[in-house]
């Protein structure tokens, strides 16, 4: 009898551990839901650069390092802040892409268009862009080596105009690397004639 009680016992322990341990996983349901909300990040400045597998490898890093840290669904979406937490995980997701591999840089700023806006020439090749971003890279790391935070800001209000921090970094790197130097020339402005009445 002792023997079916302890049996019974550790039989209901087992039950309760199986149980609280599923509990504590996300279900597929819940991973969709999440990464349905990642989707809505898709236009940020460095996510909008990335192909759609690219982007689907980045959205599953930060659901997977979420469930990680959150173990429980219902504990992560009663957060108070849930939309800063989740702001949170894909910003610091980005710092580190960005501080694995220089050449992340070009997700920031695509080669296109800063060859568009005249900071870089046309017609570079792959290992011309790669000691570019290096380039980029080392200079942004340099100046912000106490701040990420700065420099994120900085991205998000710099429009890759030579006026910027990170455009005079940008003109710098292609001086350097390709003596490609910006000039504004200066316009003379002629008047129309007036017709005399």
Same mark, same amino acid.
């Given at each position: 009898?002792?023997?079916?009680?302890?049996?019974?016992?550790?039989? /209901?322990?087992?039950?309760?551990?199986?149980?609280?341990?599923?509990?504590?996983?996300?279900?597929?349901?819940?991973?969709? /839901?999440?990464?349905?909300?990642?989707?809505?990040?898709?236009?940020?400045?460095?996510?909008?650069?990335?192909?759609?597998?690219?982007?689907?490898?980045?959205?599953?890093?930060?659901?997977?390092?979420?469930?990680? /840290?959150?173990?429980?669904?219902?504990?992560?979406?009663?957060?108070?802040?849930?939309?800063?937490?989740?702001?949170?995980?894909?910003?610091?997701?980005?710092?580190?892409?960005?501080?694995?591999?220089?050449?992340?840089?070009?997700?920031?700023?695509?080669?296109?268009?800063?060859?568009?806006?005249?900071?870089?020439?046309?017609?570079?090749?792959?290992?011309?862009?790669? /000691?570019?971003?290096?380039?980029?890279?080392?200079?942004?790391?340099?100046?912000?080596?106490?701040?990420?935070?700065?420099?994120?800001?900085?991205?998000?209000?710099?429009?890759?105009?030579?006026?910027?921090?990170?455009?005079?970094?940008?003109?710098?790197?292609?001086?350097?690397?390709?003596?490609?130097?910006?000039?504004?020339?200066?316009?003379?402005?002629?008047?129309?004639?007036?017709?005399?009445?």
């Amino acid at each position: 009898m002792k023997k079916i009680l302890l049996s019974l016992s550790l039989l /209901a322990v087992m039950t309760a551990w199986v149980g609280c341990s599923q509990q504590a996983k996300w279900d597929h349901k819940q991973k969709q /839901a999440l990464r349905n909300t990642l989707v809505s990040y898709r236009e940020m400045v460095y996510l909008q650069d990335l192909t759609e597998p690219e982007f689907t490898i980045f959205t599953d890093g930060v659901a997977g390092d979420i469930e990680t /840290a959150y173990p429980v669904y219902a504990t992560f979406m009663q957060l108070p802040a849930v939309d800063d937490t989740l702001d949170m995980f894909v910003v610091t997701a980005i710092v580190e892409q960005l501080q694995e591999d220089a050449s992340n840089m070009r997700h920031l700023y695509p080669y296109h268009s800063l060859v568009k806006k005249g900071i870089l020439p046309d017609k570079l090749t792959h290992q011309e862009r790669h /000691a570019f971003y290096n380039c980029l890279a080392q200079k942004v790391n340099r100046y912000y080596n106490s701040s990420i935070g700065e420099f994120l800001s900085d991205v998000l209000k710099s429009d890759s105009t030579s006026n910027t921090q990170i455009g005079k970094f940008q003109s710098e790197c292609a001086n350097e690397l390709f003596d490609w130097v910006i000039e504004v020339t200066e316009v003379d402005v002629i008047e129309p004639a007036t017709s005399q009445q």
